[in-house]
């Protein structure tokens, strides 16, 4: 079975940052793409950052420029490096991931931004 967990969530000061980590159970290049979501209470699930699997990157506007989305293919681990970061980036963030035998979800990590 396939599986996301994401990690390195946290409490975080106005204007620090932070790196979560998704990793996968197989190889991060047999997804289509992957991706970071958050969702706070509330509010409609809003789209992070997504990466193809050929390596194209695209960012929600609230994000561009501070949010950083990267992978390592020998830990088959994707990553979010989150600088600047805002109290309104505070929310649950969750990976996803997808290819042609489904779509995966991680648990979600926390991230608090306050002072």
């Not at 289509?32 to 706070?40: F, I, K, P, T, V």
């Not at 950083?68 to 996803?96: F, G, W």
Request: net charge positive.
């Amino acid at each position: 079975q396939v599986q996301v967990v994401e990690s390195g969530g946290g409490l975080v000061q106005p204007g620090g940052s932070l790196r979560l980590s998704c990793a996968a159970s197989l190889s991060i290049f047999r997804f289509y793409g992957m991706a970071w979501y958050r969702q706070a209470p509330g509010k409609q699930r809003e789209l992070v950052a997504h990466i193809t699997s050929g390596g194209t990157t695209n960012y929600a506007p609230s994000v561009k420029g501070r949010f950083t989305m990267s992978r390592d293919s020998a830990k088959n681990t994707l990553y979010l490096q989150m600088n600047s970061l805002k109290p309104e980036d505070t929310t649950v963030y969750c990976c996803n991931a997808n290819r042609s035998r489904g779509v995966y979800w991680g648990q979600g990590t926390q991230v608090t931004v306050s002072s």
